[in-house]
């Protein structure tokens, strides 16, 4: 694609170096900008490659084909999650790279890979453990988890817990209270 270049184009009318063009005023003397060959030649060439590009046949009669063309299913292509092109991004890709459940037991996914997990336990008893089934599985393995005390059926305080390595599908929560416990707990991968 290139600009207008004819030498009635205003020049720097769209910023430096980027000229556009203006309607005349035989009466004041000023010239409208002239047209030129290889402009138009790049603008039809532009538009059309972009409508044949999603399968459509140029029509003359009809005037909506551009809108169509991008509307297509595969114009706006959705990359791979891992993909670090320049390509512009899809809502479903944003929405794949960056999934999320927002709930009691959820999950974020962050642009970079990582992935947050979160949930809370049923009951632990006292000195007991519970294995927890993750969200959804990272896909490449677990890298921190942790926990914290919510409550304990008794209603008393200062319980300890823990939070065992997590897999890439599960967690493992330890109460170290003497009283059985509910947990609350985090796990990061990737």
Known sequence: MKRITTSTAVPNMFGVGKPGFRDGNLSTGVAPTDFAALWFNH????ISRVIEAAGLTLDENNFSQLLAALSRTGVFYTPATDDNSTRAATTAFVRNVCAALLSTAGYQKLPSGLIMQWGISGAVASGGFAAITLP?????????????????TTGTSGNVVAAGWPTATTITVYNRATTESVIRWMALGY
Not at 43 to 46: A, H, T
């Open 43 to 46: 603008v039809q060439e532009e």
């Open 136 to 152: 959804i599985a990272f896909p490449t393995g677990g890298i921190a988890s942790l926990a914290t005390w919510q409550q304990d």
